[in-house]
């Protein structure tokens, strides 16, 4: 396993931004691919994006395509999470999670979690 710690949240209006951030702990980052989810208050936690480490090969939910786009930094154990144009229905916890091998949407294929973010847009 993987030690994950998110960064970056806070309150913003509808059109605004956030970059979040989820540093990682260990020397193997590189191989891990590192995916957003998110889970607003009573609902499921859902797939944002994700960034295979091998190929560094991009992914992303329909719902925050073309104003999301997660980017990683091998040399800081970093992965990103720009927000752009938020709208009120993004607010939820941001988690960062990592898995080896390929990316998965799935939540329950990752044994790798950081503590989360709160994102909240007001409209």
């Known amino acids: 396993q993987v030690q994950l710690v998110e960064s970056g949240g806070g309150s913003v209006q509808a059109g605004g931004s956030l970059r979040l951030s989820c540093a990682a702990s260990?020397?193997?980052?590189?191989?891990?691919?590192m995916t957003w989810f998110r889970q607003a208050p009573g609902k499921e936690r859902e797939f944002v994006a994700a960034?295979?480490?091998?190929?560094?090969?991009?992914y992303y939910a329909d719902s925050v395509k073309g104003r999301f786009t997660i980017s990683r930094d091998n040399a800081k154990n970093t992965v990103y999470l720009e927000m752009n144009n938020l709208k009120p229905e993004d607010t939820a916890v941001y988690y960062c999670?990592?898995?080896?091998?390929?990316?998965?949407?799935?939540?329950?294929?990752?044994?790798?979690w950081g503590q989360g973010t709160q994102v909240t847009v007001s409209s």
């Open positions: 960034v295979r480490g091998s190929t560094g090969t991009t």
């Open positions: 999670a990592a898995r080896t091998g390929w990316s998965s949407r799935r939540s329950s294929d990752y044994d790798s």
């Open positions: 260990g020397r193997t980052f590189s191989s891990y691919s």
